[in-house]
């Protein structure tokens, strides 16, 4: 039975352990389809994901982030913003494609969690290293790094403390 949806976002969390086990075919296919139907300024859609799953590719990308738990994932996504597609508002000329990135990649970890897998956002890596290291096209920028795939245990990644309601919320 799926979760409503309070119990899907109370389910995602970041994971930092991943078991070896490979992100199956259909989890893929599932996930992404959920990717493809995130909201985006104008409806451009202006992301692009490279999935590296080969052991080599994803020893050399996380070198752009080296951390011992990320290189526990089996997989890794480079999330990246279309800057040729990216809708650009006119008054201020404010790009929302990491806006419209940032949503596609919350639908792929809420769809990630609903499948029992895991993910963590990673935002703090080596933009210039990971350029040097996959030759991506210019015009795809880098926005986050995605490891995805089947979480250790729950002891291993503990949910972290949240600020409570009152604190995030003014009523006007």
Known sequence: MTPDFLQL???????????????????????????????????FQPWHFY????????????????REWFATAPACIIACKDCETQWVRREDGKAHGDIDVAIAVEHLCLAAAER??????????????????FPL?????????IPIGHPVSDDANPIKKRKSLDEIITFL
């Open 9 to 43: 976002c109370q389910q995602r969390k970041s994971v930092r352990a991943f078991l070896p086990d490979p992100v199956s075919d259909e989890d893929w296919q599932y996930i992404m389809q959920c990717v493809n139907l995130a909201p985006s300024a104008v409806n």
């Open 51 to 66: 999935i590296v799953q080969d052991a080599h590719q994803l020893s050399l990308l996380q070198a752009c982030y080296p």
């Open 116 to 133: 029992g897998l895991g993910t963590c956002w990673v935002c703090n890596f080596s933009v210039s290293q990971l350029a040097e290291t």
């Open 137 to 145: 096209p210019l015009h795809h920028q880098p926005v986050a790094l």
